[in-house]
């Protein structure tokens, strides 16, 4: 099978961060720093990035280029490549820092940047809460009943905290809205999900789950590519698409396009998520998610062209889903005509049954004999009317033959390398074996590449479905 390499397609994502017209100029002095070099990383997604590099002198370095940065959270790192501390850059990008290794977030001096001051005194106070509510917290457990005065007085006073925290937040959003912090704070934001009941006085679970839904990017413009660099937008993403959205193909490819038309003419952000989406489903070992990769290619990629995008890669692309459509679940199976063991043809869609599987497996091979096994025990014990067209993958006819003998297996068993309807490889894209697809009784697919024991669950529940 051609998997795709879209090592190239990053990379050149990455090379975006370089982009304006203007100049940067970020000095840094760090008390404690011994080492000879330094470099500017940051947030790409769920990437770290290197920006820039800069010799250390006298635990002084400053890294400076004539295109801005843009915009997001950065982070130091030293020589040995570890991250020492983050801050921000916007679009003021000449300004100093000046701190210690030892302590960086209370010793840090800042000169030329609202911005980082902004975070860096949000950073403090966060601390400092978390300080006072983890005092607190030991003393709550200290005390020697839970329901007694003093310990009410201590959640009254982890509550206050709490509030305050709150409040700190939505004002400094208020008062900045623009601000790189502001959007850390909204990419971290979860909906405020209001109280919904039936009938019955009883909380309406499903209505308060569509409202979350509904709500779950309020927060976030996806016009707006400096999400991309920070450390929170890729993990908001991946909750969405994994733990909110449900599973089922059609609903998560709505979501994609709603998603990619968001992004409107921010290229940055198009490219990003189309990466993420493509990537994701093509490599994903869920059942059925190729159908949301083949939806990817067919709409994004087979009538445009992008710059990031080695022409190389994008014609694998096609030609991957090319092959994939014809095997997506509920696509009729591919004709396959071939010899069985008496050298006599044997069509698939000339057997008429409830159900049929067909597995492409070796006798040389040991996972493939397991299976046979697991296969052919639910065979000879199942009351469904099932039938099993096998298609050996093996040259060793003599070995094949005699393991049919030896196992009693009772099947539709065919040789693959004698075939009038081309190559089984490229009709079923079998790279190795074994390999299993279900099929119903019109011939269309209905399971594939799934472990055989997994497979008198899904015939059952189909049946009932079915019913």
Not at 25 to 52: E, F, P, Q, V
Not at 82 to 89: A, D, P, T
Not at 437 to 445: H, T
Request: net charge negative.
């Amino acid at each position: 099978m051609k998997k795709l390499s879209l090592v190239l397609f990053i990379t050149l994502l990455f090379l975006s961060v370089f982009s304006q017209n203007a100049s940067y100029k970020i000095a840094i002095n760090l008390r404690g720093y011994s080492d000879s070099i330094a470099y500017l990383g940051h947030y790409y997604g769920n990437k770290l990035s290197i920006s820039d590099t800069a010799d250390a002198i006298n635990e002084k370095i400053v890294f400076e280029g004539t295109e801005a940065l843009k915009q997001g959270v950065y982070f130091f790192i030293s020589g040995g490549k570890k991250k020492l501390f983050e801050f921000l850059i916007d679009a003021d990008q000449d300004f100093s820092l000046k701190t210690s290794l030892e302590s960086p977030l209370e010793d840090m001096i800042i000169k030329g940047s609202k911005e980082n001051t902004l975070f860096y005194d949000y950073m403090k106070y966060n601390r400092q809460c978390y300080a006072e509510i983890k005092s607190l917290q030991t003393l709550l457990s200290s005390s020697p009943s839970p329901n007694d005065s003093s310990a009410a007085l201590i959640r009254q006073q982890i509550d206050s905290i709490n509030t305050a925290s709150i409040e700190y937040k939505v004002n400094l959003m208020k008062e900045y809205p623009e601000s790189l912090t502001t959007l850390l704070f909204k990419t971290m934001r979860e909906p405020e999900v209001p109280d919904f009941f039936l009938e019955n006085g009883r909380h309406d679970t499903l209505s308060a789950y569509l409202y979350y839904r509904k709500h779950y990017w309020d927060n976030i413009n996806l016009a707006d590519d400096r999400f991309l660099r920070t450390p929170v937008f890729h993990k908001k993403l991946e909750r969405y698409m994994t733990a909110v959205i449900p599973k089922q193909t059609d609903s998560l490819i709505v979501e994609i396009d709603k998603m990619i038309q968001r992004t409107k003419d921010n290229h940055e952000m198009r490219d990003y998520l189309l990466w993420y989406f493509t990537n994701t489903y093509e490599t994903s070992n869920i059942m059925g998610y190729d159908r949301i990769f083949v939806h990817m290619v067919d709409r994004y990629f087979t009538n445009e062209t992008y710059e990031w995008l080695n022409p190389v890669v994008q014609k694998n692309m096609i030609e991957r889903v090319d092959q994939l459509r014809h095997l997506l679940l509920g696509e009729y199976a591919p004709a396959l005509i071939m010899a069985d063991t008496l050298n006599e043809l044997i069509s698939l869609h000339d057997i008429v049954a409830e159900y049929i599987v067909v597995i492409f497996w070796s006798s040389t091979c040991g996972e493939c004999k397991q299976e046979v096994k697991t296969l052919n025990d639910f065979y000879r014990s199942t009351d469904l009317e099932l039938k099993i067209y096998a298609v050996n993958t093996d040259t060793a006819f003599s070995s094949w033959k005699n393991y049919i003998s030896r196992k009693n297996l009772e099947w539709i068993n065919v040789n693959g390398n004698l075939s009038l309807t081309g190559d089984y490889h490229d009709l079923y894209d079998i790279y190795s074996s074994p390999v299993i697809y279900v099929l119903d009784d019109r011939k269309r697919i209905i399971a594939k590449r799934l472990a055989a024991e997994s497979i008198p669950a899904l015939l059952n529940r189909h049946k009932k479905t079915k019913n």
